[in-house]
């Protein structure tokens, strides 16, 4: 269906439609298709940490990152050291993942899910670059080339939905996926009415 070599999230949204023959409403769910747009690191620091580790077709570790640029060891530490005990869990479910258990690439979704919230730091500004994001889109392509279901957070959605429209922010309007997303931010706030 996509031969473009673009990766996507796929968010189920609802859509209820009256059928007035009937006198009845039915749901059916499409699919909004969320381009993940690639992660440009900002400078030379994060060049390279992304070129390292795109290089062996894995996540960026932040335990990693300091076995292999411990010039940056300080700055990780006093950015991150708060936050270093789920760093240490999200490294062992990537080594896991990369060793063939696939549920953990599930629970490092989760983890990189809950970290993003905690950006952007001095560390990833200055050095990692937005490493975070980069983790997130490889962690859904992981799934989606296994075969994984899952979903995420509705604002993880929304910050992939917000990052594809600052890509695209000169290209003519995709009408359909400004629907759809009209239709998920409809169901979202529905929710918690």
């Known amino acids: 269906m996509n031969n473009t070599g673009k990766k996507y999230y796929v968010e189920p949204v609802e859509i209820e439609i009256y059928l007035k023959k009937a006198g009845i409403v039915r749901t059916i769910i499409k699919d909004l298709r969320i381009e993940l747009v690639e992660v440009v690191p900002p ?8 070129e390292l580790f795109k290089s062996m077709d894995e996540p960026i570790d932040l335990m990693e990152v ?9 700055n990780i530490y006093e950015s991150y050291y708060k936050n270093m005990e789920l760093y ?26 809950l970290l993003i919230k905690y950006e952007p730091t001095v560390a990833a500004t200055e050095i990692l670059g937005n490493f975070n ?9 992981r799934l989606n080339t296994l075969g994984e279901k899952f979903l995420i957070e509705d604002s993880t959605v929304a910050y992939l939905i917000k990052r594809k429209r600052e890509a695209y922010k000169d290209a003519p309007p995709d009408r359909e996926f400004d629907k759809l997303v009209e239709l998920w931010e409809y169901n979202v706030r529905g929710d918690k009415d």
């Open 133 to 141: 994001t980069y983790n997130l889109n490889y962690i859904i392509n």
């Open 66 to 74: 300091q076995n292999h640029f411990p010039q940056y060891i300080r």
């Open 43 to 50: 400078h030379e620091k994060s060049r390279e940490i992304f």
């Open 88 to 113: 240490e869990k999200l490294s062992m479910h990537f080594k896991s993942g990369l060793a063939g258990i696939n549920d953990s690439w599930r629970s490092s979704l989760y983890f990189t899910e």
